[in-house]
């Protein structure tokens, strides 16, 4: 199945990214899905990602990344923590997808080497900021998701991230039921004034 800034600025998207955090909250809890075929084929920037079979150690590169793997029911054997006091990087609605697990966390730039020793059979590089000579290291380690061409490093919208991590891990119709379901929720409070806006006149 094909689902098709460096430096300081990595900081900006903060802001943009905040209400789809939030939003994927609502969708936290996995839902129940037969597992899709492989191997999945996912197009991004640098070629196509072939993953051969279902992923079973994930190292997410990721600053956000964990949630939606999280979202899916994946606890990643390692992850990119941005920055907060959790020792594992989650935030305070993930703790119980994340249950007992203990994921290795990784700060900084990208370590190829230390990836390398990790043995993973998925790198999630979305929303990470990986390079093209990165991504050609990476790939040799394991199946490598960059993100889409037409996203740039830090702008993939969070349907596309959690659809394309649905899709490596097997679970693209488990991701597209979290997405309706979130949209829906949406939906449903853009129609009940739920954004605070008002629909009678000022006085």
Not at 131 to 139: F, N, V
């Amino acid at each position: 199945m094909r689902v098709s800034r460096r430096g300081s600025g990595w900081r900006k998207p903060l802001a943009s990214c905040a209400a789809p955090l939030a939003a994927l909250v609502l969708g936290l809890l996995p839902l129940d899905s037969s597992a899709d075929p492989f191997p999945a084929l996912i197009d991004h920037r640098y070629g196509t990602t072939t993953v051969p079979a279902k992923p079973t150690r994930i190292v997410s590169l990721s600053f956000i990344g964990h949630d939606f793997l999280l979202a899916l029911g994946e606890r990643p054997y390692a992850l990119r923590k941005w920055y907060g006091s959790d020792p594992y990087g989650v935030w305070p609605w993930g703790h119980d997808a994340l249950g007992d697990a203990q994921p290795v966390v990784m700060r900084g730039e990208i370590d190829i080497e230390r990836i390398a020793a990790m043995e993973p059979d998925l790198i999630a590089a979305q929303w990470s900021g990986i390079t093209a000579q990165q991504y050609a290291l990476l790939s040799q380690i394991a199946p490598t998701l960059p993100p889409r061409t037409e996203d740039g490093d830090y702008g993939a919208p969070w349907q596309q991230m959690l659809l394309r991590l649905g899709t490596a891990t097997g679970k693209h119709a488990a991701a597209e039921a979290i997405v309706a379901r979130i949209e829906g929720r949406f939906a449903d409070l853009r129609r009940s004034d739920g954004y605070g806006q008002h629909t009678g006149s000022g006085g």
